[in-house]
């Protein structure tokens, strides 16, 4: 079974900074990777998916991430963040039948 | 509303008691899933559904039940409630599993004292 592992757990930044926020996989097959958000009292939306071609992925308010087979990494970036990007983030890693979430990183964006 | 719902949103229980958490989609998406959260553990699969009448295990289903009797609701049942099940309780559905997006609900914050 795959698994996924969020290297930060809180990433304190500041307004306007550039951010990132790391995840690794383990997996034996191909997988799909995706980036939910988690605002407070919510539950998660999608913040972007890689499922085939190019390595580099955009998603919404912003967001990237890119694919990296060699290293089995997909870290997410913000060139430039807002207050509103404050949440809870999770990266999740599935193959056809199997989606597994890492730990989640705790993003706190201060003005 | 096309959406995913759940109730109730907040729950005390107390420990032996009997607890069913409800979860209603309107897309008509095939697959159906229950997650618990619990800090330092992102979410944990507890049960999942393909199809009405399908349903399979999880990473942690020991102590809980589901059902699926229609293809829009997926009931999640405490049979006998303990205390590390204290959680927040999330649905989801997908057309698909593994590539496609997940939709999930508000969540559930049950308290088993």
């Known amino acids: 079974a795959q698994s996924v592992t969020q290297l930060d757990s809180q990433v304190p930044v500041f307004e306007e900074a550039p951010v990132e926020l790391r995840c690794n996989y383990s997996?034996?097959?191909?997988?799909?990777l995706f980036w939910y958000v988690q605002y407070p009292n919510q539950g998660l939306q999608l913040l972007l998916k890689?499922?085939?071609?190019?390595?580099l992925v955009k998603g919404i308010n912003g967001f990237e991430a890119e694919f990296n087979k060699s290293q089995t990494s997909f870290h997410l970036r913000k060139p430039s963040v807002h207050i509103s990007d404050t949440a809870e983030y999770f990266c999740?890693?599935?193959?056809?039948?199997?989606?597994?979430f890492g730990a989640g990183t705790r993003l706190t964006v201060k003005p | 509303d096309a959406g995913i719902t759940q109730s109730p949103r907040y729950k005390i229980t107390e420990t032996g008691r009997q607890v069913t958490l409800m979860c209603h989609q309107t897309?008509?998406?095939?697959?159906m899933f229950w997650y618990r959260q619990d800090l330092g553990h992102g979410l944990r699969l507890i049960y999942y559904s393909a199809a009405a009448d399908i349903t399979d295990k999880g990473e942690v289903s020991d102590g809980y039940v589901v059902s699926r009797s229609k293809t829009e609701n997926f009931p999640l049942t405490l049979e006998s409630a303990t205390r590390s099940q204290t959680s927040v309780y999330f649905c989801?559905?997908?057309?698909?599993?593994?590539?496609?997006?997940?939709?999930f609900g508000p969540g559930t914050r049950l308290t088993v004292l």
């Open positions: 999740a890693v599935s193959d056809s039948d199997d989606m597994r």
């Open positions: 890689y499922l085939s071609g190019s390595t």
């Open positions: 989801a559905s997908s057309g698909t599993y593994g590539t496609d997006t997940q939709y």
């Open positions: 997996s034996s097959v191909s997988v799909y």
């Open positions: 897309w008509s998406h095939s697959y």
